[in-house]
């Protein structure tokens, strides 16, 4: 009888919607933003050479690899809520070794930080796909842009600033934001997802359902795209502002042009309109074969600077198109009963980018000893053979079927 007294919306959980999917997506992107430019001074800081740092983030990028292909693994044994948790208690823990500023702890704090971001990101695109539609799923990307628009362009000039004035302001802000993330979390009472029982019994080895996500195509094909797409990031993130210090444009641009680009998240809704308009498979082609042009223009340019940069801002605006849309064929191929597996092949990416990147542009640089261009346009190659696996995708993939209403998954 006591029960009634108590208010509905605590009696009965309600259906996450997009909006608050995307909160989770924009408090997260403030952690993160705040810590994307602060954590490489601390780790340089406490490591006195750019190679040690390189190494620190090479072996921290391991560490979120593995961990992340094992996050499955561990919601077998541990309900998904109390994983997502774990993942803002790790945020934190990596923000308390790193404030220490010790040289020996702080690689772990960058490895504590590489794996909160795996697991939360995992167990985040688990819960989008139990309750967001097929035919929301594009919206739900695009309102997550917009969400986190804001901390991704304030959040990297603030992080340094805070650390020049006072070097754990960064670290103490990132650390509220990771506070409140899990509290929002708790308060949207996602649970453990919604809970789909195979015929056959699950396995629990990781190495089982990588052997299923190498037998489907259309997965691997859409995480080779976001593997793409976070490269090129990496490449407009990182070697973007060094082009510009050996050019003699100043430390400042990079700055700059990572700030306007970030902006352009504001405008995701368009450009989902459009991928409605046409088809995901035009969108996702387009993206990739113009970020691939515009890459290739700032190496053909590189002899005057301020050409190229325009040039790699110009790439940026489809980088941004492909975070709208060039994740939905790996989320539109997921299987229901693979939901939490799949989620973390996918959430792999971000790790294999952050490992192949600095790998391929050594590569390039220091054996042939050629420019940094030459790593430009071997990432427009890069990015035009995407655009040609991207012909392969169903012609009206995320498009609603006249007989029914749902979108095209592929074929």
Same mark, same amino acid.
């Given at each position: 009888?006591?029960?009634?007294?108590?208010?509905?919306?605590?009696?009965?959980?309600?259906?996450?919607?997009?909006?608050?999917?995307?909160?989770?997506?924009?408090?997260?992107?403030?952690?993160?933003?705040?810590?994307?430019?602060?954590?490489?001074?601390?780790?340089?800081?406490?490591?006195?050479?750019?190679? %040690?740092?390189?190494?620190?983030?090479?072996? %921290?990028?391991?560490?979120?690899?593995?961990?992340?292909?094992?996050?499955? *693994?561990?919601?077998?044994?541990?309900?998904?809520? *109390?994983?997502?948790?774990?993942?803002?208690?790790?945020?934190?823990?990596?923000? =308390?070794?790193?404030?220490?500023?010790?040289?020996?702890?702080?690689?772990?704090?960058?490895?504590?930080?590489?794996?909160?971001?795996?697991? +939360?990101?995992?167990?985040?695109?688990?819960?989008?796909?139990?309750?967001?539609?097929?035919?929301?799923?594009?919206?739900?990307?695009?309102?997550?842009?917009?969400?986190?628009?804001?901390?991704?362009?304030?959040?990297?000039?603030?992080?340094?600033?805070?650390?020049?004035?006072?070097?754990?302001?960064?670290?103490?802000?990132?650390?509220?934001?990771?506070?409140?993330?899990?509290?929002?979390?708790?308060?949207?009472?996602?649970?453990?997802?919604?809970?789909?029982?195979?015929?056959?019994?699950?396995?629990?080895?990781?190495?089982?359902?990588?052997?299923?996500?190498?037998?489907?195509?259309?997965?691997?094909?859409?995480?080779?795209?976001?593997?793409?797409?976070?490269?090129?990031?990496?490449?407009?993130?990182?070697?973007?502002?060094?082009?510009?210090?050996?050019?003699?444009?100043?430390?400042?641009? =990079?700055?700059?042009?990572?700030?306007?680009?970030?902006?352009?998240?504001?405008?995701?809704?368009?450009?989902?309109?459009?991928?409605?308009?046409?088809?995901?498979?035009?969108?996702?082609?387009?993206?990739?074969?113009?970020?691939?042009?515009?890459?290739? %223009?700032?190496?053909?340019?590189?002899?005057?600077?301020?050409?190229?940069?325009?040039?790699?801002?110009?790439?940026?605006?489809?980088?941004?198109?492909?975070?709208?849309?060039?994740?939905?064929?790996?989320?539109?191929?997921?299987?229901?009963?693979?939901? +939490?597996?799949?989620?973390?092949?996918?959430?792999?990416?971000?790790?294999?980018?952050?490992?192949?990147?600095?790998?391929?542009?050594?590569?390039?640089?220091?054996?042939?000893?050629?420019?940094?261009?030459?790593?430009?346009?071997?990432?427009?190659?890069?990015?035009?053979?995407?655009?040609?696996?991207?012909?392969?995708?169903?012609?009206?993939?995320?498009?609603?079927?006249?007989?029914?209403?749902?979108?095209?998954?592929?074929?």
């Amino acid at each position: 009888m006591a029960t009634r007294y108590i208010p509905l919306f605590l009696r009965h959980s309600p259906t996450p919607k997009v909006q608050n999917f995307a909160l989770l997506a924009g408090i997260e992107a403030s952690v993160r933003g705040t810590l994307i430019s602060a954590m490489p001074l601390v780790v340089y800081d406490a490591l006195g050479s750019a190679e %040690a740092t390189s190494s620190a983030y090479f072996w %921290a990028g391991v560490v979120a690899l593995g961990w992340g292909l094992m996050v499955p *693994w561990f919601t077998r044994h541990v309900p998904r809520r *109390w994983m997502y948790s774990s993942g803002c208690l790790l945020y934190l823990a990596g923000m =308390g070794l790193a404030i220490t500023g010790n040289p020996v702890l702080v690689p772990f704090a960058l490895m504590c930080l590489a794996a909160a971001t795996a697991t +939360t990101f995992v167990c985040f695109n688990a819960y989008v796909l139990d309750y967001i539609e097929r035919t929301d799923l594009g919206r739900s990307q695009s309102t997550q842009m917009v969400y986190a628009a804001g901390p991704w362009a304030v959040g990297p000039m603030l992080g340094v600033t805070l650390h020049d004035w006072w070097a754990p302001a960064p670290f103490l802000l990132a650390g509220t934001f990771a506070v409140l993330l899990l509290a929002v979390f708790w308060v949207l009472r996602l649970g453990n997802g919604k809970q789909i029982q195979r015929a056959k019994g699950p396995a629990l080895n990781p190495l089982a359902y990588l052997g299923r996500f190498f037998r489907q195509p259309r997965l691997i094909a859409g995480w080779m795209f976001a593997v793409m797409r976070s490269s090129g990031w990496w490449v407009y993130v990182v070697y973007l502002p060094i082009f510009c210090i050996e050019a003699g444009l100043g430390n400042k641009v =990079g700055g700059v042009a990572l700030s306007v680009s970030n902006g352009l998240l504001f405008i995701s809704p368009i450009m989902l309109r459009y991928a409605r308009r046409t088809s995901v498979r035009r969108a996702v082609r387009m993206a990739f074969g113009l970020c691939g042009l515009c890459f290739l %223009a700032s190496a053909a340019f590189a002899p005057l600077p301020w050409v190229a940069v325009v040039a790699m801002m110009g790439a940026s605006i489809f980088l941004v198109l492909l975070d709208v849309v060039g994740g939905l064929p790996f989320l539109m191929a997921v299987k229901p009963s693979e939901r +939490t597996e799949m989620s973390a092949v996918y959430s792999s990416f971000r790790d294999v980018s952050g490992i192949l990147t600095p790998a391929a542009a050594w590569v390039v640089l220091v054996p042939f000893g050629a420019p940094l261009a030459a790593f430009f346009a071997v990432t427009g190659a890069g990015m035009l053979g995407a655009f040609g696996v991207a012909s392969r995708l169903h012609p009206r993939l995320g498009t609603a079927r006249p007989s029914h209403g749902r979108a095209v998954a592929g074929e």
